[in-house]
């Protein structure tokens, strides 16, 4: 049987799908980073690969994320795709009509306009930290609330309060002002919510078309209270996949299907990649004004990949 890896590594979680050929996802892994993506890619790899049955042939892989060329030439990727093309991949893949994908992750927000399958439009928030996950999970934190009850307690609140949303600063200020004047905290916190939503549609949706079907994906569409802000702000129904966790992970895998549907071969190292050693290091190039910093990582003492130019001149030629 045969079937496809796809990977994303992003800042906060490291994502490992593995796809069979009809498109199912046979099984997905949400690792947190933790500031170690060599050591979390390996041990990605490790725990997917004892999930697997013995005929399970590997068939393809593709990478996405902000680590998609770190992961790319350690697993012997086919296709390395940014998270934008991985993301409406996966989406178009459980709705081919869809027409907005809104991404939340850990670190950055994205919305994706697409007509007909296409990607027509898109934007991303990797600047401010105001409506990404990061900063609901410091709030629950900070109101010893456990994350996955955050949402419930939105949808409680009668009366929510209006909570300044622009700033991750102003915002939790205003949460503890809200607090200090006896508000209930379940209206507290879906004012948070309002406020994320508000914050997200001014900013990275400024501009854009929003319209049906939309589906909502990363780790943040697991808060049902942000899901309802984006239903009472929008008007229209919002759906949330299966896997919403991992939909870049999916999207790369599909790609890298499609890949290897068309070259007949795929790239892939095996899951030997688990126990080699890997180190990164980085050089500033001053061959022009550029001055541009390249990032190169080695396996076993041998330079694989660099990264980071913006020419050729620092590639690395396959079997050198």
Not at 79 to 94: C, G, P, Q, R
Not at 110 to 116: N, V
Request: charged letters at 20%; hydrophobic letters at 40%; aromatic letters at 6%.
């Amino acid at each position: 049987m045969k079937a496809y890896l796809g990977i994303d590594v992003g800042s906060v979680s490291i994502n490992i799908v593995i796809l069979d050929e009809a498109g199912t996802v046979i099984t997905g892994l949400y690792l947190r980073t933790q500031g170690r993506p060599i050591e979390v890619i390996q041990e990605g790899l490790k725990q997917t690969a004892g999930f697997l049955p013995a005929d399970l042939e590997i068939a393809g892989v593709g990478t996405t994320g902000s680590g998609r060329y770190l992961a790319g030439v350690m697993v012997g990727a086919d296709v390395i795709k940014n998270e934008i093309t991985a993301h409406a991949v996966a989406a178009s893949m459980l709705i081919p009509e869809v027409q907005t994908v809104l991404e939340i992750g850990g670190q950055d927000s994205k919305i994706i306009i697409l007509r007909d399958g296409i990607v027509t439009d898109f934007a991303m928030n990797t600047v401010c930290a105001a409506g990404t996950g990061s900063f609901l999970d410091q709030q629950a934190s900070r109101l010893n609330i456990p994350i996955d009850q955050f949402g419930g307690l939105a949808l409680r609140s009668e009366t929510p309060v209006r909570i300044a949303g622009r700033c991750t600063v102003f915002a939790e200020s205003d949460m503890i002002h809200k607090q200090q004047m006896g508000h209930k905290i379940e209206d507290i916190i879906k004012g948070l919510c309002q406020a994320l939503v508000r914050n997200y549609l001014n900013n990275v949706g400024k501009g854009k078309e929003i319209l049906p079907p939309v589906m909502f994906q990363g780790g943040v569409a697991a808060n049902v209270g942000i899901r309802a802000a984006f239903e009472e702000a929008l008007g229209i129904p919002i759906q949330i996949p299966e896997h919403f966790g991992v939909m870049g992970a999916i999207g790369a895998a599909q790609l890298a299907r499609e890949e290897v549907a068309m070259t007949g071969k795929t790239r892939f190292k095996g899951f030997k990649t688990m126990g080699l050693p890997y180190r990164t290091g980085n050089f500033d190039c001053n061959g022009c004004p550029n001055v541009c910093e390249i990032v190169e990582i080695y396996e076993e003492e041998k330079v694989i990949g660099r990264w980071g130019s913006r020419c050729n001149k620092w590639d690395v030629v396959e079997n050198s």
